[in-house]
């Protein structure tokens, strides 16, 4: 066979391979992928073989190809699309993940500055007991999945993210239990019942027990579309008048226009029944994000800028007017992504917030910047 005929011959046999992995016959098509590789070497073949191996639940076999590929410093987004494999792969198999970080907030409590407030027309002047100051503290993060066999769709975790500051006014933690259920592969469907925990200033602020459906879809162009509804009640410990059911909606869409650089956006949507109208509101959130690398510099930089409105139902009964925020915010993540000690890398995470309230005590700015150290595959 002729060089040429070789190279259609194999593109034919790549593609065959794609058709039964994709109609669900991961053995056809493992064999034919392995097979494939054996003779041409192909990086992209290995890792498609890789990925038939995950979807076939043959995991640890794809473990092993998934790392051998990461050792070969692929392009970026290919690392991406592996790191989320053996994401996947580490929830099977027992995953317990610990990272921290030095955190400083200039505003960790979302005080306003105004000194006056107007309530029912008249305008009072008041001097706080705390006002808006920068804090620096440690933000901590543990994580902890595994599944309930190799094989199981079902596997259950923990997250207890949090940050503790000088004053123990601003330290914060939440708290996640959950199981969750993979109920389709491709595109990934997941079932999540979670309990979370709020603890501020060393006291339960509030629990809250939900379900959620998330939907993920992507394909081999780099588009990628999902979405999550969320349906749950919270339950405060000491404001039982904000106590009532939340419904959460969000979807983002994105596409990798070059192995460099994605962009996508955000929609969100929250609905809040409160116990009493005046704490009952909806929200909505838009936000537009670019994932960008530069391969001279390993630079990895992720941007987010949102904008999201919160309208509440009925009067305040403290202040006499229907309360009505904007909030905009800018964020920024930057990792050296071949700076890593002990499969540790370190990211500078920074922010900017701002909330404009119809009643002005809900108002406040807030600049945000972060070092954290996480494990990396």
């Given at each position: ?38 003779r041409t070497h192909s990086p992209r073949v290995k ?161 809250y027990p939900a379900i959620s459906f998330r939907h ?162």
């Amino acid at each position: 066979m002729q060089p040429e005929e070789q190279v259609v011959y194999n593109q034919a046999l790549f593609e065959d391979a794609m058709v039964l992995v994709n109609q669900g016959k991961y053995a056809e098509g493992t064999e034919i992928l392995s097979s494939l590789y054996q003779r041409t070497h192909s990086p992209r073949v290995k890792l498609e073989w890789a990925r038939a191996l995950y979807l076939a639940e043959k995991k640890s076999e794809a473990k092993v190809l998934f790392k051998e590929i990461l050792e070969t410093n692929p392009p970026y987004m290919v690392k991406e699309k592996i790191h989320v494999f053996l994401d996947d792969i580490s929830k099977s198999e027992g995953r317990f993940n610990i990272s921290f970080g030095l955190i400083s907030d200039s505003n960790p409590k979302n005080l306003t500055s105004a000194s006056s407030v107007n309530v029912f027309g008249q305008q009072y002047y008041y001097n706080p007991n705390i006002k808006p100051e920068s804090e620096t503290g440690v933000s901590y993060s543990i994580n902890a999945n595994k599944a309930f066999n190799d094989r199981s769709p079902w596997y259950f975790g923990l997250s207890i993210n949090g940050s503790k500051f000088n004053n123990y006014q601003y330290d914060k933690t939440s708290i996640e239990q959950f199981v969750s259920h993979r109920i389709f592969d491709s595109p990934r469907v997941n079932l999540k019942l979670s309990l979370q925990e709020f603890v501020f200033a060393g006291k339960l602020l509030y629990i809250y027990p939900a379900i959620s459906f998330r939907h993920t879809y992507e394909n081999a162009n780099g588009f990628y579309l999902w979405d999550e509804i969320k349906v749950g009640k919270l339950y405060y410990s000491e404001y039982t008048y904000l106590d009532g059911f939340m419904t959460n909606f969000t979807s983002g869409i994105g596409k990798a226009f070059t192995p460099q650089l994605t962009l996508g956006a955000e929609l969100g949507f929250d609905r809040m029944n409160a116990n009493e109208n005046p704490y009952s509101f909806l929200s909505s959130t838009a936000g537009l994000i670019s994932n960008f690398f530069i391969p001279s510099l390993e630079l990895k930089t992720d941007i987010k800028a949102i904008k999201s409105y919160k309208n509440f139902d009925a009067m305040d009964p403290i202040f006499g007017e229907i309360r009505r925020d904007e909030r905009s915010g800018l964020f920024a993540t930057i990792t050296k992504t071949n700076w890593s000690i002990y499969g540790v890398t370190p990211s500078l995470e920074v922010g900017f917030e701002k909330n404009d309230s119809s009643i002005d005590i809900y108002s406040y700015n807030r600049v945000m910047a972060n070092l954290y150290f996480r494990k990396s595959f």
